[in-house]
Structures are given as C-alpha cells and as structure tokens.
C-alpha cells in the first residue's frame, strides 16, 4: 500500500490550496483517512480526518478554514485549505487506516509529504 500526496506548494498569506492523496496497492478497505503536518522546527499535528462514513474532525489551526473530503471510490482524501497563513507553513502528511488483501487487520500508511509555504 502506497499513499501519494499532491498538491503543495508556495502561496501567499490569504491564499488557498488544495491537497490530494490517493492510496494505492492492495487495498481491500480504508477506515480512516486523514492529514497531519510538521511546521519547522515543531511536532507533527493533526490537521483533520474523515472517517469512511463521512464524519470530520479538525485540529484547532484547522477549524473554520480548512475542509478534508474523500472519494472512497479512488482511495483519496483531499484538504482544501483556505485564507492560509505563514504560521501554516508545514509539511503536510497524508495518512490512512487500511486493511490490505494480504493481513487480516488494518494498519495505518502514511505519505511522504508535501511541502506548504505560506509567504509573501
């Protein structure tokens, strides 16, 4: 199992961007799916996550600005993060509860990471 994230990059403070992740491999369920980030110098923290029902929860930096979705028909998960600020700069990591064809029991995978800046 793979997970692939997209969509990173350099925006100014006010800006949006949208993340994607797709899941692949051998995939036989996703529980569920989620984003975490590292801003420099700090912890990862949980950005939010959609459990395979639809239901959300969002870390506090999150609330009010950030909006995870998932397609659970293409194994992907998406964050649309709207008037970003500096203190967003992060690498941001997608994550996933999955159950593959080949174990019986799901574990979670996570991305490599993509860079956000948030900078004039």
């Known amino acids: 199992v793979q997970l692939q994230a997209f969509g990173g990059g350099l925006v100014q403070p006010g800006g949006s961007l949208r993340l994607s992740c797709a899941a692949s491999?051998?995939?036989?369920?996703?529980?569920?799916m989620g984003w975490y980030r590292r801003p420099p110098g700090e912890q990862r923290e949980l950005v939010a996550y959609i459990t395979s029902g639809g239901s959300t929860n969002y870390g506090d930096s999150a609330k009010g600005r950030f909006t995870i979705s998932r397609d659970n028909a293409k194994n992907s998960v998406y964050l649309q993060m709207n008037n970003l600020k500096p203190e967003d700069t992060a690498v941001y990591y997608c994550?996933?509860?999955?159950?593959?064809?080949?174990?019986?029991?799901?574990?979670?995978?996570w991305g490599k990471g993509t860079q956000v800046t948030v900078s004039s």
């Open positions: 994550t996933a509860d999955v159950r593959s064809t080949l174990v019986d029991h799901f574990q979670y995978y």
């Open positions: 491999g051998s995939i036989f369920a996703i529980n569920v």
